[in-house]
T-cell receptor
């Protein structure tokens, strides 16, 4: 089955700096890669996603890149702000009933 | 956007009792729903896929006789934790894709289960 690995587990950056979180997936049939932000005790919030027919997608300060050959995808947050502090999860989903498998998560701290 | 609700939002029960958690899609029909469990400071672990009109599909290591799933209608799936024990205490979240053509998931708000 699908396996998603995520690094780093913890990331601390200074306000205004960039943050990068990386994930790899194992199932070459996966074709949808969402990123979620989760605050304590809340449901995951979709912040950006990318499909396998696209290599890069950007939404304001957030961008995601996908390398299908290497089975890598990354989240880039620029000009980080304290309110970006949260846990971020990458995930992968394929055509097999849209089952979504999550990475282990990255706890991001943005220091003011 | 599509809305998924869960009930209850939290529940405390005694060891040995059973607890039922409901997941509803409020403005769309969902032939498939997913159940996740999240322990503190850990990721969402997929437990099972709930299929309307057929049996649920469980992930490896998840006991189907302990976690009973019933997809009663196109808008409702229930997860029953039978004979709950303290180690079952966790955050349970359901999700559903809003259609059959897209993978995007809409998540319920989660249910915090505490077993004493």
């Amino acid at each position: 089955g699908e396996n998603v690995e995520q690094h780093p587990s913890t990331l601390s950056v200074q306000e205004g700096d960039s943050a990068v979180i990386k994930c790899t997936y194992s199932d070459s049939a996966s074709n949808y890669f969402p990123w979620y932000k989760q605050e304590l005790g809340k449901r995951p919030q979709l912040i950006i996603d990318i499909r396998s027919n696209v290599g890069e997608k950007k939404d304001q300060r957030i961008a995601v890149t996908l390398n299908k050959t290497a089975k890598h995808f990354s989240l880039h947050i620029t000009e980080t702000q304290p309110e970006d502090s949260a846990v971020y999860f990458c995930a992968a989903s394929g055509t097999g009933g849209f089952k979504t498998i999550f990475g282990a998560g990255t706890r991001l701290f943005v220091k003011a | 956007g599509a809305v998924v609700s869960q009930h209850p939002s939290w529940v405390i029960c005694k060891s040995g009792t059973s607890v039922k958690i409901e997941c509803r899609s409020l403005d769309f029909q969902a032939t498939t729903m997913f159940w996740y469990r999240q322990f503190p400071k850990q990721s969402l672990m997929l437990m099972a896929t709930s299929n309307e009109g057929s049996k649920a599909t469980y992930e490896q290591g998840v006991e189907k006789d302990k976690f009973l799933i019933n997809h009663a209608s196109l808008t409702l799936s229930t997860l029953t934790v039978t004979s709950a024990h303290p180690e079952d205490s966790s955050f349970y979240i359901c999700s559903a894709p809003p259609g059959t053509k897209h993978n995007e998931q809409f998540f319920g708000p989660g249910t915090r289960l505490t077993v004493l």
